[in-house]
């Protein structure tokens, strides 16, 4: 049990006890469990110790430059509070540390770490007592489960457009590009739902990012499930994000969701903070990655993948289906593969373009799952295959496009694609860059005559 109460007038405040000291200045020691995103001037983090097992006691940091507010690199980490005053701050209990009158000192949370601070005020000092403060509270968060009731979670499969919403996931990646943008990669092993389309005649984009990520770090990444980018783009949100690293399960507070070119994505409020999650719920993940960790188990990839339509036919009816995912981490560069997809968008959208002068046919197709969206061709005789039908007639050329793409391409009602199964094949282009080179060919594929269509 950690002694709060020493001699010399030295003495920290239990948390319970600070909301009962309003305009008192108190010491205190506690557990980082939630984080705000700070200003050009202040910053606000939650705290709890054991004797305070609610939502925690908000600390609001006030400096004159951003550089002296703290910089946290954990939740969970520990923060000494020395001298902070007790007020009310839109009527809620706050502990105000001032920069001319506070000071503070932030530790690393985990067990077995030392009692060198990784950042302090330069008015704080290392007391020898302190040492045991900090390592009993380290001991304590070994076992601790925060329980924030105020606070209710999205799955992935459940966020909606232009909603707020709170997010419990695992950090897959983080990454930044030339134009400073970062994002976040985040999974809870749901799937987001799919969207609707509106022809366009740009092209649309594979991924949120400008350009997709190298195979390597695809790799990394659950192959079920839905990947989330969380885009960040704020300057104090970039700092806000240090703390985060690939493999933490992490609470997001106040997402704010959207969709751009059918991608689904979030960006960060105003009032988004970040929130602790204990070691014991992170392993939470881990049987569930375990459980569909074989990429070409058939049991999990029905499990895995959704139900089709029926639109279409496939001579390899006995293949395993795998994800988007699985086909681009594949660890050889030519294979063949069966997959549950839509196909979202053509190329050339007038199918009297479909045939080249030679009579040959070319055609290109995005595809999608909840895991990727990638780039398939459709050539010569496996595209007359495809469709089935002569190429004169036209009528009968757009009516299953229709079908497949889920609309008339040429009406600019929003369309919803059907799932439909399909068999790829992957090949290079050049020998001396085989991965650099991979594409994706459709093939033993066709769109049935059925008029008969099973939405799943």
Known sequence: MIEMEIRDDYK??????????????????????????????DCTLKIIDPWHSGSGLPVKFIARTNGVLPRVESIGDIIFLSRVKIVLVNRKITALCNETSSSFALFNGKQGEGFVSYQSSPKFQMREQDKIFLSNLREWMITYKFEDGSCCFTSLKDIKEGEYSNLNCQIVHISKDDKDKCYIFVWDGTEMPPCSFVVKSERLPLCVEPEMLPTHVLRKFPTFGSVLRIIVENVTEK???????????????????????????????????????????????????????????????????????GITGVAHEDAPFVSLMDILTYSNVTAKFRCVVRFIQVFPRDIR??????????????????????????????GDKFFGCDPSDEEALIKKLNKLLGGDVMNEAPRNPPWVQCCLFSYYSNKNDQWGSRRFRIFDTWISDSHDINYC
């Open 12 to 41: 920290f405040l239990r948390v319970q006890d600070a909301f009962k000291a309003l305009h008192l200045n108190v010491s205190l020691i506690g557990v980082i469990v939630e984080l705000g995103f700070p200003t050009s001037s």
């Open 239 to 309: 700092q806000a994000i240090l703390c985060l690293q690939p493999g933490q399960h992490v609470k997001f507070l106040n997402l704010f969701f959207q969709v751009n070119m059918g991608l689904w994505s979030a960006t960060f409020s105003p009032s988004t903070k970040m929130q602790y999650t204990m070691s014991t719920e992170m392993q939470s993940f881990s049987p569930q990655r375990e459980k569909f960790s074989s990429r070409w188990n058939p049991i999990t990839r029905c499990i895995s993948t959704p139900s089709h339509s």
């Open 353 to 382: 373009k479909f045939h080249d002068l030679n009579g040959k046919f070319k055609m290109l197709a995005i595809l999608e799952d909840a895991t990727a969206r990638i780039h398939a061709s459709l050539y010569a005789d496996e």
